[in-house]
């Protein structure tokens, strides 16, 4: 097409630009061929005329529509040109934050310099197993793309990574190889991912160093080769190592560092073990401080070098080695600090004593003369003689770092084969992936010799590069059958010749090595005359004689010639490293590096003697004999080697590119120079690819995305059947030139430009279209809006006439009602003045007449009204007396009402201020009044008791004075009958007379207490009526109080309220938790098992393979077998369980013993986790039943105390619970390895013992808190009473008058007080009896405790092979125990149940004989006769079923065969009841319980669960028998809680069901085994469930266009992704709704619990809103306003389709909130702050980082959307900061709900099931 059609005005161009390299501009004015210069109008709005190029009219680059800008692949924009490509990457770099970007084959990584959140697992495992095109651009789609191809191909792949220093090289190649270590795992247990992924810090260590460019650049390239097996797990690794730069040990520039591990080890020089380095300062040495920099920010050179280590130790380099491999690193430090001082012109000297020399020689263990002498000489041969020169200061300088350089690299390589060791792969390799990381091309102000080799090996890579993308061209065009054009690109097969042909660069080089006074300056005149007038590529300097520059491919070089053949030659004095060879270093590291230095290290020297120093001569036959080994290979002769091996690997397997680019040399986050990009894209062949592309057909297009796109250019006439056709009938019509296109077999190829071209079409279409719809729909407006003025005006004319001629009509109206008014008005007129005359005649006569009568009655009326006049003024008179007289009155009685007033005003202010006064001085009278009434209570209490106390001492006294009367009469008769008793008479009276005298001195007592009494009962009377007096005042202030206490209540009830809601909700919240952990480590237990019987199936057909006399078969086809081969048969299993037994003998016992310790452990800790959750449970029912109580209880002033209560119990509980669980840890600690261990006797003795007495503590706790508020009621009611009725009360005292009572009252008390601290004593002796009780079992646990830790100890000491024979034996010991025990306890069941049985006979004998005797008591003695017995016919009665079934023992494997193995569950989903085979299984389980036989129930359980274990792993992958026998495994444990017999089942149950239940055994731990396998089961559904949703999801909710023509299809480049039309193999919505209907029947069929579906249900809506928003999150193509459309449709069908299926309750509709935010996102505004508060508050179910991820995605699809611009997204960021969420980008698509199983009850009768013989299960007996 003519530049006229494109160049128009407002086409956007680029032009050149000094500062931004390329400038966007936009025409003003119209091209027309022949202009010499564009009118532009800048971005600015700055006007300028650019001039065209008057030789080759050269138009600038048009620029792409924004459409196109942003692109994941460079190769999608129409116009492919630098300023595009740059621009493209710029956006999505600084705008999008998206350092990826495709560009054909290529992947182009821009260093951030900022850690961004894209690389963890979830991000690994979101592009494994994706197409390359699918997901957005990154190293793990291509790391994806090279495991995939080969797996596919079954060919090798390489992974090219390069770019120059600074561009993030290494950390791409480290991700790449972490993919491979994450996606592949492993093949053998050794852990070769970790240690392939340990060799980085170790060669990035010694290796890797600070450039000016770089912080940890690599200084040199590496080519790692990552191994594979036949199921492409990793093996195994090898590294090729090229061009080390050794001049940096030696010589630093400004601002750079030698290689880390120097610094690392100055930094830890403070090690002890570093000690005998003699290290110290990095500044203290000249290799480390040259460039002055020694640190660099923000690293720890101490921690790395431990991370180091570590690594070190990984790979397998022991500590010797290491402490070797540091000796020699700091001897070169040391070599580098002697100092060469001149001893002359041609000589020099080494002082003697040299500290650092000496520190050297100690090091590597050599002698200082020897190193001495041979730093500042050297030895020359000649063909009879050997001399020995010295050497001035410089070459001896140049020599000890040359020796240096040498020591280091030899290092270097040290490790480098030694970290191959580690990484060697210990099983057959299959395959490989290599990742070269290379160094860039490099240009800097002086380029020697490094640089040089390094842009040989980038032009060498470059031109294999470009020969790839040239044959995948070619390839694309010769399988879409187009006509093939030659591509013209650059081919830089010459400079490549200019350096490696014969007699090229490198050949002279070496040419000139061997010459015995060569040198730069007639190397590089050699140079000069070769190639400078014969190369085109080769120039020389103007201004300079030893430099030479080559045209590479990237940009011109300038090399400098000085230095090149000593680098080149690498020279080495001989006799130094004779010296080192012979060192006595300890860990003889020195002599392992150079044991292969066995010639010369110069190219030209002779080979050196055996070691050891030379001597001075030697013989002419010695120098024939070492001439076979005349030269070594040079560096660049080696390099060349080597580079042509890595060409030819490279060759052999399908290459990979990425590219790195460094944005800017600051280390500037996210920040752009475009000039610093240009160069590097210029370099690395960015430009070239697109170049290449550019120069063929770069877009190519689908014939239906085509049609799809493009369908609004065509008209409905050009529409044919046949796409294909249509589209090149459409094409013919809009592009002319036929060059421009070509028809593929299954694409369109285009021309660059021809895409913007039609794109420009297709706008115009769309614009003209929307123009014409504006048009169409202004003029129905228009139109509309003169109908509708047109209707108006009508209307308003109509009204005008109407109105005028009502107006003429009301006119001629009023004109005739005129008429007529003005005949009568002239007929009123005349008659009125008719009238007028007429009646002033005759008023004139009456006025004459009334004039005389006036004039009498005037004189008669002035008489009238005198009169009136006097008797009024006499009656004002009398009423102003009277008025004045009661204003006096009334005056006087108000002073004296005011005098009254005032004295009474007075008053009440006196009274007011004694009340004020009052009320100040008693302010807080409440609290005086509660403490009086409270000294009153007491008070009255003490009288009390003082009352009883008197009453007793009385009563006592009487008592007393009673039988003291008595003994009275009897002394007096004993006096009388005998004399001789005087002496105890006299006693016995002294007795009384002292006990009268107490008598007399308690009646005093009683007196005294009795006058206190009065007056106490007087004070508290004249208190009480004060009191009386002050409680009327505060009645008003008590009902405040009251009222106040009410509306605190009620706040406190709300309160509550809530609280209990928050803990309730945190209950559940911790109970789904505890769940979901104990479901994870159900799932880790079973992967476990299922490893473990993997391991063993492998090991039986290992050693069925190894046996002497068979063949060895192809691992492959072992490996089938293990895989598929299953056997159903149980006598073929149990011999194959005994072959793996006596094979496991014999190989790996170890192993075994660790999968037996993980297991015992993963079952303690299940059951630990099992109590925790029913624990769990428990409490949230008992919390939530007292805190129903107690809100229901709480009202007014016992909410009070029932919170202290609570806080009471609450505290003590804590402390008891922290004390017991201070316990089981001290226990579980002491006991670790023991019988004390958890499960023991003793531990469970203990442990039952210690929850007991917690449980009575917490009981008598409640009892005293119960007693204690019992007792404060009842003080209260007391008191109540006590105040109503003291004076009865004092009454009572007073009757107190005896003073027995009193001393009886005081003699009861401490008869109780006795009693009770008998009982307390009792309760304490008892305590420490319990307390020594479980000291003495604590002590007997320790002491197993300790005797087991001794055993172990004992084995630890014993070699491998007997400590494993110990345990074995030990375990063999504790089972034979553990079996004596077992059966003494059954042999003493055995004798318990025989003597229960000899007692029930004995005891249904005499039953027997009493039902006979009672008998023979009722019959008559008539009855006794006997009668002749007639046969009578009795009906055989039918025999009831009662629901069980009988089976012998030999058939339960036919049973379990046949019910499970054997049973398709399609046909039983169809043909019989829903849970048949559950329903078999426990009648027979319930026949097993009838006959009492636990063996029975054992066994037919365990071979009931692992049987159904092995159907699922069979045929874990099939839907259809995972969902069935989740649904049978439930129904089952239903059975079990239904029948078991407990309360809380029974009560669903009928009575016949009720007599069904189980009679014998307590099967609750079955139950959770039952329950455990059915959580099994169902995480296997999940898993098979999305297994079947996984591949659709995306296709279905993302790519399908559910709504056509709502999203058109843009262009996606050279990767292309699925497309989004739905052609016959992708998925749509309605299969994913088929599928979910498929899911839904089948569960439904085979009887799932409505429950458990809804959970099933929720977590299938979980995995498709996950993954697909996962997949937006990473797909640029599919954020857009129309996609967002499409999303939201999406998922308003699959809400229809729960509310079909009545499911809209189980949440699964709230696990697709974060997608339909997404959604909506994309579609809402996003300009104003408005919009943003909108997003903010819209978006609560994304993460931050999800919605700034979605809104720098956000791409227009059509010309007539916009951007999101950085300020609004900023503004989003700042809105959400203080957000409190995962910074996780990505949902976890492996999460799984917590699955419970509420209960669920049948209704079906177990006696109605019938057994059909389809089953064969014939065998089974109906009991």
């Known amino acids: 097409m003519a530049a006229s059609e494109l160049y128009t005005k407002f086409a956007r161009v680029w032009i050149p630009d000094a500062e931004e390299v390329w400038k966007s501009a936009e025409l003003s004015k119209d091209y027309k061929n022949g202009d010499t210069s564009l009118q532009l109008l800048l971005e600015d709005r700055t006007n300028i005329e650019y001039k065209l190029d008057p030789k080759t009219k050269n138009l600038p680059y048009l620029r792409n529509p924004d459409i196109l800008v942003g692109e994941n692949d460079l190769t999608a924009l129409s116009y492919l040109h630098e300023p595009a ?18 560009c054909g084959i290529v992947l182009v990584a821009i260093n951030p310099y900022e850690m961004l959140p894209i690389y963890g697992t979830d991000i690994i495992n979101a592009y494994s197993g ?122 630093q520039a400004d601002d750079e560092r030698n290689y880390h591990i120097f610094y690392q080890l100055c930094a830890s020089s403070h090690l002890p073990e570093f000690k005998s380095l003699k290290l110290s300062n990095a500044n203290d040495f000249l290799y480390t401080r040259q460039g002055g920099s020694p640190v660099i920010d923000g690293v720890d050179d101490s921690k790395e070098l431990c991370t180091t280590r570590n690594a070190f130790t990984l790979l397998g380099i022991n500590d010797s080695n290491q402490m070797g491999l540091f000796q020699v690193l700091a001897a070169i430090l040391h070599l580098g600090n002697v100092e060469i001082k001149d001893k002359d012109a041609d000589s020099c000297l080494i002082p003697p004593n040299n500290r650092h020399l000496t520190a050297f020689c100690e090091l590597v263990g050599v002698t200082y003369q020897d190193m001495a002498q041979w730093l500042s000489h050297k030895k020359l041969k000649t063909a009879t003689e050997t001399y020995i020169k010295p050497l001035p200061r410089l070459q001896a300088t140049n020599a000890r770092d040359a020796l240096s350089k040498h020591i280091y690299a030899k290092l270097f390589n040290w490790i480098v084969e030694h970290v191959n060791k580690a990484l060697i792969a210990s099983v057959k390799q299959h395959s490989f992936i290599g990742v070269l990381d290379i160094y860039g091309f490099e240009t800097f102000e002086v380029n020697s010799f490094e640089q040089f080799c390094i842009n040989y090996a980038n032009e060498k890579l470059q031109q294999q590069f470009n020969m790839h993308v040239f044959k ?41 090595c061997k010459m015995p006074k060569g040198s730069d300056d007639s190397w590089a005149q050699k140079l000069y005359n070769t190639h400078l007038k014969t190369c085109s590529l080769f120039e020389k300097p103007r201004m300079s004689n030893r430099a030479f520059i080559i045209q590479h491919f990237a940009d011109k070089v300038e090399y400098q010639c000085e230095g090149f053949l000593e680098k080149n030659k690498d020279t080495v004095n001989e006799e130094q490293i004779n010296v080192l060879k012979a060192s006595k270093q300890k860990f003889d590291l020195l002599v392992e590096l150079f044991q292969d230095e066995g010639k ?196 308003i004319q109509r009204f005008t006439r ?123 009278m409440e609290n005086k009044i509660m403490q009086l009434q409270r000294k009153i209570d007491e008070q009255n209490k003490d009288n009390r008791s003082i009352s009883e106390r008197l009453l007793s001492l009385e009563s006592s006294y009487a008592a007393e004075s009673e039988r003291m009367r008595g003994e009275l009469g009897r002394l007096r008769g004993a006096e009388e009958e005998a004399k001789s008793k005087a002496i105890q008479v006299s006693s016995l009276l002294e007795e009384l007379e002292k006990l009268r005298r107490e008598l007399s001195v308690t009646q005093q007592e009683k007196k005294t207490i009795e006058d206190w009494a009065q007056t106490y009962r007087d004070e508290m009377e004249k208190m009480v009526s004060e009191l009386k007096d002050q409680n009327g005042l505060l009645k008003k202030d008590k009902d405040d109080l009251n009222r106040m206490i009410q509306e605190q209540s009620q706040q406190m009830t709300e309160k509550m309220t809530r609280a209990i809601a928050e803990e309730t909700q945190q209950l559940e919240t911790d109970l789904n938790e505890e769940r979901s952990r ?23 057909l290992s050693s069925n393979v190894s046996k002497p006399g068979h063949r060895r078969t192809d ?17 073929e299993l149990e011999e194959g369980s005994r072959a793996g037994d006596e094979v496991i003998r014999g190989i790996d016992t170890s192993l075994t013993l660790k999968l037996q310790k993980r297991l015992t452990e993963l079952e303690q800790e299940k059951q630990s986790l099992r109590d925790e959750l029913e624990n769990k449970e428990e409490q949230f029912q008992r919390a939530r039943a007292r805190d129903d109580a107690e809100f229901k209880k709480a009202r007014g002033a016992e909410l009070e105390y029932e919170s202290l209560k609570r806080q009471e119990l609450e505290s003590e509980n804590k402390k008891l619970k922290r004390d017991l669980g201070e316990m089981r840890q001290s226990l579980l600690g002491d006991a670790a390895a023991g019988t004390g261990a958890p499960g023991s006797p003793a531990y469970k003795v203990l442990l039952d013992q210690l929850n007991a007495a917690c449980e009575e503590l917490e009981v008598r706790k409640e009892e005293v808190l119960i007693l204690r508020s019992q007792l404060v009621s009842q003080k209260e009611a007391m008191h109540h009473k006590e105040t109503m009725t003291e004076p009865s009360v004092y009454a009572d005292v007073s009757k107190l008058k005896d003073t027995d009572e009193l001393k009886q009252a005081y003699i009861g008390l401490k008869d109780t007080n006795r009693l009770l601290e008998h009982q307390l004593q009792t309760q304490r002796r008892s305590y420490d009896n319990e307390v020594e009780v479980l000291r003495g079992e604590l002590q007997n646990v320790k002491e197993e405790n300790n005797r087991q830790q001794q055993l172990l100890a004992q084995n630890l000491q014993l070699p491998p092979e007997a400590r494993i024979e110990a345990s074995l034996q030990h375990e063999i010991t504790r089972l034979t125990n553990e079996n004596l025990d077992l059966m003494e306890q059954l042999e003493k069941q055995d004798r318990t149940i025989r003597k229960l049985k000899k007692q029930l006979k004995v005891y249904s004998k005499r039953i027997g004989e009493m039902g006979a005797g009672q008998t023979e008591g009722q019959t008559s003695p008539g009855q006794m006769v006997e009668e002749p017995i007639h046969p009578v016919n009795i009906p055989r009665r039918e025999k009831d079923f009662q629901g069980m079934l009988e089976y012998k023992k030999e058939d339960e494997l036919k049973l379990v065969k046949n019910l499970i193995l054997e049973l398709k569950p399609r046909g039983v989903a169809v043909n019989l009841i829903p849970g048949l085979p559950a329903y078999i299984l426990f009648m027979c389980l319930r026949h097993a319980d009838y006959v009492n036989d636990d063996q029975k129930v054992r066994t037919l359980l365990t ?134 209907n498929a899911f839904h029947s089948t569960m439904c069929q085979h009887g799932t619990d409505p429950e458990l579906i809804k959970q099933v249900v929720r977590q299938q809506f979980y995995i498709i809103g996950a993954v697909t928003l996962n997949n937006l999150l990473l797909r640029k193509d599919m954020c857009s306003w129309s996609k967002g459309m499409q999303i939201r449709y999406n998922v308003s069908q699959l809400e229809e389709w729960l509310r079909d299926k009545g499911l809209m309750t189980c949440g699964a509709k709230e696990t697709l909130e974060p997608l339909i935010q997404a959604a909506q996102l994309l579609q809402v505004k996003k300009k104003t702050d408005e919009d943003a508060e909108a997003i903010c508050f819209m978006c609560h179910a994304l993460t931050t980082a999800q919605i700034v991820k979605i809104l720098n995605l956000y791409t227009p699809v059509n010309e007539f959307e916009e951007r999101v611009s950085i300020t609004f997204i900023r503004t989003i960021q700042t809105r959400l900061r203080d957000r409190c969420e995962s910074p996780q980008l990505l949902m976890d698509t492996k999460m799984i709900y917590p699955v419970t199983f509420p209960f669920n009850p049948s209704s079906l009768a177990l006696e109605t099931i019938q057994i059909p013989s389809s089953l064969n299960l014939g065998f089974l007996t109906r009991v």
Request: positive net charge.
């Open 1503 to 1636: 071979s009931t669960i692992n049987t159904i274990k092995k159907i699922l792993k069979k045929r874990g992958d099939d839907f259809e028998t995972v969902s069935f026998w989740l649904a049978n495994t439930c129904r089952f444990l239903h059975c079990l809680k239904q029948y078991s017999g407990d309360e809380a089942f029974m009560k669903h149950n009928t009575s016949r069901q009720n007599e069904h239940c189980l009679s014998n055994f307590d099967l609750a731990e079955y139950r959770q085994v039952i329950s455990d396998l059915a959580i099994q089961i169902y995480q296997q559904l999940i898993k098979c469930m999305e297994n079947i949703l996984q591949p659709m999801i995306v296709s279905a909710m993302l790519e399908h266009e559910t709504i056509q023509g709502v999203s058109g299809v843009k262009p996606t480049g050279l990767r292309k992704r699925t497309s989004s039309i739905a052609d016959e193999g992708t998925y749509t919505l309605d299969s994913i709704l088929r599928q979910l």
């Open 472 to 512: 995948l061209e070619q390839e694309e065009y010769m399988r879409e059958q187009i006509p093939w054009t030659l591509i013209d690109f650059y081919d830089n097969q010459p400079c490549i010749n200019l350096i490696e042909a014969k007699m090229g660069v490198l050949d002279l080089l070496d040419e000139e």
């Open 130 to 251: 994706q197409n390359m095109g699918d997901m957005d651009p990154h190293i793990f789609a291509v790391a994806e793309e090279a495991y995939k191809q080969m797996a596919r191909d079954e060919r090798n792949q390489s992974i090219i990574v390069s770019g120059e220093s600074g561009a993030g090289k290494t950390v791409s190649a480290k991700y790449a190889m972490r993919y491979f270590a994450t996606v592949s795992g492993s093949a053998t247990e050794a852990n070769i991912e970790e240690k392939v992924l340990a060799s980085n810090p170790i060669m990035e260590a010694i290796g890797n160093a600070k450039t000016t460019r770089n912080d940890n650049s690599s200084r040199f390239g590496k080519y790692i080769e990552i191994g594979f097996d036949n199921r492409y797990r990793i093996t195994g690794a090898n590294m090729r190592t090229y061009l080390l730069e050794k001049s940096r040990v030696v010589f």
């Open 85 to 102: 490509v740059l621009h493209n990457l710029k956006v999505r770099f600084i705008d999008s934050k998206l350092i990826y970007t495709y």
């Open 1078 to 1100: 104990y479901q994870n480590l159900l799932t880790e237990h079973l992967r476990l098992e299922e490893k473990y019987d993997d391991l063993k199936e492998e090991i039986a």
């Open 1115 to 1131: 691992s492959t086809h072992s490996s089938n077998e293990s895989e598929y081969t299953y056997n159903s048969e149980y006598t």
């Open 600 to 795: 010369a290290s110069s190219p030209t020297g002779q080979a050196p003697g055996t070691g050891g120093r030379t001597r001075l001569s030697i013989k002419p036959d010695k120098s024939r004999q070492s001439s076979s080994r005349e030269h070594k290979m040079t560096v660049g002769c080696q390099f060349r080697n080597s580079l042509q091996m890595l060409m030819e690997t490279l060759n052999a397997t399908t290459p990979h590119y990425v590219r790195c680019i460094k944005p800017n040399d600051f280390k500037l986050a996210f920040s752009f120079d475009p000039k610093r990009a240009v160069q590097q894209l210029r370099a690395c062949g960015v430009l070239e690819t697109i170049r290449i592309s550019a120069a063929g057909f770069p877009s190519r297009w689908t014939y239906q995305e085509f049609f799809s796109r493009y369908r609004v250019l065509m008209k409905q006439k050009d529409v044919l059947p046949d796409k294909k056709l249509t589209c090149r009938n459409v094409l013919e019509k809009l592009v002319q030139d036929q060059d421009k296109y070509q028809f593929g077999k299954t694409k369109i190829f285009f021309r660059a430009g021809q895409v913007a071209y039609l794109e420009k079409l297709r706008a115009d279409k769309l614009r003209a279209a929307c123009i014409r719809i504006q048009k169409t729909i202004r003029c129905w407006l228009a139109r509309k809006r003169y109908l509708r003025q047109r209707s108006a005006a009508i209307t």
């Open 802 to 924: 109407g109105y005028q001629a009502r107006c003429l009509a009301k006119f001629m109206r009023r004109t005739q009602a005129a008429t007529i008014i003005q005949k009568y008005q002239r007929m009123y007129v005349e008659r009125k003045r008719y009238r007028q005359k007429q009646a002033a005649a005759l008023a004139m006569q009456t006025i004459l007449r009334a004039y005389m009568a006036r004039q009498k009655y005037q004189a008669l009326l002035r008489e009238h009204k005198a009169v009136i006049i006097q008797k009024h003024v006499r009656g004002w008179l009398a009423r102003c007396w009277y008025k004045r007289c009661l204003h006096a009155i009334v005056y006087l009685q108000c002073c004296i009402r005011r005098m009254r007033a005032k004295r009474e005003l007075k008053k009440l202010k006196i009274e007011a201020r004694s009340v004020e006064h009052f009320k100040k001085l008693n302010k807080g």
